[in-house]
């Protein structure tokens, strides 16, 4: 097989997630043209979606230093945004969405992710203007709103836009489990108990392996 069949053929295993099979053809393209962009894109694309965030680092950050299209290459940044936020490595990741919103495409949500990520750095009133702007852009972004929210909560800003914020996300997204957890925290914080517990149960219920979700049930529990 050559490069493009190779590519072709780890394509449709990532597509039908069949991430080791993918892997194993980007792999053999990349033993063939190391210094392929594209197979470099797909090597960091497959070890992002495996959680091998490391992986999935050096080869997109090389993508970005080689010759591919500029749209890619906004692509990858985006991408790379999310991993580094994972990872907390803030900075590197604001620097990364800054400099799709700076290029001149404004989307949702690389100002979703700034606003996330301007919380997590103690800016509250940057994260906040930045979420009004994701949401002005695409008022149907559950994440904006919910993130939106949660800041308005948490740092007793308002608690009714909050939950305007948060039922806004629940609504777009119902069975998402950090919306539902958000949602409950508002009532939680408005003193409603019963609705703050209902809500946060469901959204164990749908992840119950995460210690926050836990964490938020045991502090309503105990009130």
């Given at each position: 097989m050559?490069?493009?069949?190779?590519?072709?053929?780890?394509?449709?295993?990532?597509?039908?997630?069949?991430?080791?099979?993918?892997?194993?053809?980007?792999?053999?393209?990349?033993?063939?043209?190391?210094?392929?962009?594209?197979?470099?894109?797909?090597?960091?694309?497959?070890?992002?979606?495996m959680?091998?965030?490391?992986?999935?680092?050096?080869?997109?950050?090389?993508?970005?230093?080689?010759?591919?299209?500029?749209?890619?290459?906004?692509?990858?940044?985006?991408?790379?945004?999310?991993?580094?936020?994972?990872?907390?490595?803030?900075?590197?990741?604001?620097?990364?969405?800054?400099?799709?919103?700076?290029?001149?495409?404004?989307?949702?949500?690389?100002?979703?992710?700034?606003?996330?990520?301007?919380?997590?750095?103690?800016?509250?009133?940057?994260?906040?203007?930045?979420?009004?702007?994701?949401?002005?852009?695409?008022?149907?972004?559950?994440?904006a709103?919910?993130?939106?929210?949660?800041?308005?909560?948490?740092?007793?800003?308002?608690?009714?836009?909050?939950?305007?914020?948060?039922?806004?996300?629940?609504?777009?997204?119902?069975?998402?489990?950090?919306?539902?957890?958000?949602?409950?925290?508002?009532?939680?914080?408005?003193?409603?108990?019963?609705?703050?517990?209902?809500?946060?149960?469901?959204?164990?219920?749908?992840?119950?392996?995460?210690?926050?979700?836990?964490?938020?049930?045991?502090?309503?529990?105990?009130s």
């Open positions: 050559n490069v493009n069949d190779l590519l072709e053929e780890g394509r449709r295993s990532l597509k039908t997630k069949n991430y080791f099979t993918a892997l194993d053809y980007f792999k053999q393209a990349y033993e063939i043209e190391t210094d392929n962009p594209e197979v470099h894109y797909y090597l960091g694309i497959t070890y992002g979606r959680r091998r965030y490391e992986k999935s680092i050096e080869h997109l950050e090389l993508v970005l230093k080689s010759e591919l299209a500029f749209i890619h290459k906004i692509h990858v940044k985006m991408i790379l945004g999310y991993i580094y936020t994972i990872q907390e490595k803030y900075d590197r990741a604001l620097e990364l969405f800054m400099s799709v919103v700076k290029s001149g495409i404004e989307t949702a949500q690389a100002y979703a992710a700034i606003g996330y990520i301007m919380h997590k750095k103690g800016e509250v009133k940057e994260a906040i203007m930045n979420l009004y702007r994701a949401i002005e852009i695409d008022p149907k972004n559950a994440n709103h919910n993130s939106l929210g949660f800041i308005l909560a948490e740092e007793n800003i308002n608690l009714d836009e909050a939950l305007e914020e948060c039922r806004k996300a629940v609504d777009l997204d119902p069975d998402n489990p950090a919306y539902l957890d958000s949602l409950g925290w508002v009532y939680y914080k408005m003193g409603k108990l019963p609705h703050a517990k209902s809500y946060i149960a469901r959204a164990l219920k749908h992840a119950p392996e995460n210690e926050e979700i836990k964490k938020h049930l045991e502090t309503i529990i105990n």
